[in-house]
Structures are given as C-alpha cells and as structure tokens.
C-alpha cells in the first residue's frame, strides 16, 4: 500500500523538503547534454511553481533537490503573471500562445466561469512540491524519450520526499549530504569540482546557486550573512568537515565502506579560515537521509509526528527517533539503524 506523504498543507506555511528520484531499472542514462536540460527544466518549473531550490546534485542515474515550498498566496496570480511564466517554459505541453488562445475561446463565448476555472489549473500547480516535481520530471521524460526514440516511463516509482527542518543544523547538514555525493561515489576530491550540484554550480558563479547557499547558511546560524561569499566560505568548511572520509567506518579489512575527503584536505580548508572553533563532525547516514521522513530537532520532529500521526503505526507513542552516529543532536521520525549503509 502506497504511503501517504507528508507535506505541510500549501496554506499553513513554508515547508523544506530533500526530494529524491531514480531512473527506472537504475539505468545510467545522465550524460552532460542530459544533466545541462534537466538542469534548464528544473529552474524553468522553479519560478513557474513558485518554489525555490536550496541546493541539488544530479547523479548518472538519480538526483536530489534540497526544495522550499512557500506558503501559498491569498491572492492568486493574475492573467499577465501566469502568462509571463508560460512564456518562460521551452517545449512546455501548454505555451503561453496556447493558453491565450484558449482565454479568448471562453470570453468569446462568454463563459467567464470556464475562463477562471481555466486559470485555477495553473495557480493549483504553483506553490505545491508534487506538482514541482511531477511537471519537472514529466517535461525531462518528454524531451529525453524523443531524443532517444524510446516510449514509456523513464523513473523508477515515484519520488521519495522528507520534510526538514528549515532552519538550524538540520538544514545544513541535509545541505552538505546532498552536495557530497559525487564525493561518496569516488567521482572527485572536492566537491567544488562537480559541477552538476547546488555547490558546484555556486563555486563557478551562479547567481542562483550562490543565493541558495546564501539562504541555507543564514537559516542555519540564523544570522544573515552579508555577502553568498561569507556564505560559501562557512558551507565549504561545513562541507569539508561532514565530509571526511572514515565517517561511515571500514570493512573488516580496514578499508573505508564509502571515499570521502582526505583528513590532510579537510585540515587545509580549516586552516585556510584562521583560527575557528572546531567544528563537530556529522556522518552521512544514508538511510536518514532518503528514508527519516521527517527531519530536525526534536520538537520539529513531535510536532511533525503529531500533525501527521495517521501515517505512522498504532503503537507508536512518540514521534522522534535520535539520529545515531552523529554529533549534533538531530532526531528523526523513523528508526533506522539496521543497515544502515544501504
């Protein structure tokens, strides 16, 4: 039986969530001309949903999107707005030539029900992760099924979605798990070199992806941050230190279960910030961090539980499971310590 997810209804306030999806049979299919147009797709349905992108990493046969959903407006867009974001999406089903066209059938026939109803189905699109994330992933099938002559779906079931706390340690951290995959899968040393990430995109210049980071940084110290380059210089010290390698343990042979940043790298980008207070280490648990549900701390976490209390089983009695491994005091709604490696 399909899970119900947990979305912060669109009325009640904005909600930061770690998206998730694969590719069908896992198939490596991202090359860069693929990366390059999901990564147009992805910030065109950005500002026609209305939601914002944090940070994201594409991999070969995956991706991840860090995504605020904000609060959804009392007032609706008008005629000229929704128009002015129809324009902006290439190749869409629905062109803004198309929908204007469709405007003057209704008022032709003096129908100005059908008119507004008409518009409704593009406002219920806005400011809603599924309909992101569906219009997303729909418009990058379209476009790579033609390219390749091929029929059918392209994604493996349908996306995985966990609620985080967006503020505090609890954003950050999902932030620098999310950026430090193509470190994990052995493809570069730093994460800067990968340009197919929220960081990665930010360390060459996007405006952006350097905003993301900016907003996720300041959340994190609830402070705001100047300039996205005092912003950057504190997520890359984050992203080092969460990154070293031997955070998730050796084999019986010694050898590290997953690569991560040497300790020698990881010393140099602390030195290059002076003298700092040491930042506590925090491992990357991959299973907390695609299947916890609900993320951050521990009140976030009961009041997610409690908001939501029909998803989980009977039994349970209280919402927020302590994140084992790590040194920050975070708590999820799901308890997963077995296998965790997976």
């Keep these: 039986m399909r899970q119900a997810r947990i979305k912060i209804p669109s009325g009640d306030g904005p909600g930061v969530y770690h998206c998730v999806s694969r590719v069908v049979d896992r198939r490596f299919i991202f090359g860069v001309t693929e990366m390059e147009m999901f990564l147009r797709f992805m910030r065109e349905y950005e500002q026609f949903c209305g939601v914002r992108v944090l940070t994201y990493c594409l991999m070969s046969n995956h991706f991840h999107v860090l995504l605020e959903v904000p609060q959804r407006p009392k007032i609706m867009p008008d005629v000229e707005e929704i128009m002015n974001r129809l324009s902006r999406l290439s190749g869409a089903a629905i062109s803004e030539e198309k929908a204007r066209k469709m405007l003057a059938m209704f008022e032709a026939a003096k129908d100005p029900r059908g008119g507004a109803e008409y518009l409704e189905q593009f406002c219920n699109r806005m400011w809603d992760l599924s309909s992101f994330v569906k219009l997303l992933k729909q418009r990058f099938t379209q476009w790579f099924n033609r390219k390749s002559g091929r029929k059918g779906t392209l994604w493996e079931d349908r996306f995985k979605s966990i609620l985080v706390e967006g503020e505090g340690d609890a954003l950050m951290t999902m932030a620098a798990y ?131 209390r029909s998803l989980f089983g009977e039994r349970r009695k209280s919402g927020a499971r302590r994140m084992r491994g790590l040194n920050e005091e975070l708590y999820s709604a799901r308890d997963l310590r077995v296998r965790v490696f997976e």
């Design 178 to 308: 999310i950026d430090l995959n193509p470190v994990r899968a052995g493809l570069v040393n730093d994460p800067a070199e990968y340009r197919w990430s929220g960081y990665g995109e930010a360390m060459a210049g996007r405006r952006g992806a350097k905003e993301g980071l900016r907003e996720i940084m300041a959340r994190a110290s609830r402070a705001t941050l100047t300039t996205a380059t005092e912003a950057l210089k504190a997520y890359r010290l984050r992203v080092f230190t969460q990154g070293e390698e031997g955070k998730e343990g050796t084999d019986e042979a010694g050898v590290y279960l997953r690569p991560g940043i040497s300790r020698d790298a990881v010393l140099a980008v602390v030195n290059a910030k002076g003298r700092l207070p040491a930042i506590e280490y925090v491992r990357c648990r991959v299973r907390y961090f695609c299947d916890g549900a609900v993320i951050g701390s521990r009140k976030f976490v009961e009041n997610a539980f409690g908001r939501f």
